[in-house]
């Protein structure tokens, strides 16, 4: 995967799959949610229940099915930064093949889940792990 210092292995479940063997479409925001709560723990340095966040929108391009056997990796990526909000970019691979593509936002809320600016420590955390990778303001 181009340009993604964050990758992560994911098992297919026969959970995951439909009736025709193929992961359902359904199941690929799923893998999005692990990659992404293994990138904010090893980025942040923090369990995912202790970010206080929710996923505002959500989009995956499919490219290509995902079967049973298939060995899966999901890279992740931060793209950019707004006031209260971090958009975040994925790849799904399926044996080596792209197999989807895929777009978070996400929106730091408070308590009473209000959108609340994205903590200035965690901004500077997503930075320095994406080193020469643009995060847009």
Do not use: C, W
Request: glycine share 8%; no cysteine; net charge negative.
């Amino acid at each position: 995967m181009s340009d993604f210092r964050f990758e992560t292995e994911l098992a297919v479940r026969y959970r995951d799959l439909d009736p025709l063997g193929h992961v359902n479409n359904a199941v690929y925001a799923s893998y999005m949610e692990q990659a992404r709560t293994r990138y904010l723990k090893r980025v942040l340095g923090t369990p995912p229940a202790d970010i206080q966040a929710v996923i505002a929108h959500i989009e995956i391009d499919f490219r290509q099915s995902i079967e049973g056997d298939d060995d899966v990796v999901v890279g992740v990526r931060t793209t950019g930064f707004g006031d209260s909000s971090i958009t975040m970019e994925y790849e799904i691979s399926a044996n080596g093949t792209l197999s989807a593509t895929g777009e978070t936002v996400m929106v730091a809320v408070d308590e009473a889940g209000s959108p609340v600016q994205v903590p200035a420590d965690t901004r500077r955390a997503i930075r320095e792990f994406e080193g020469h990778l643009a995060v847009e303001e």
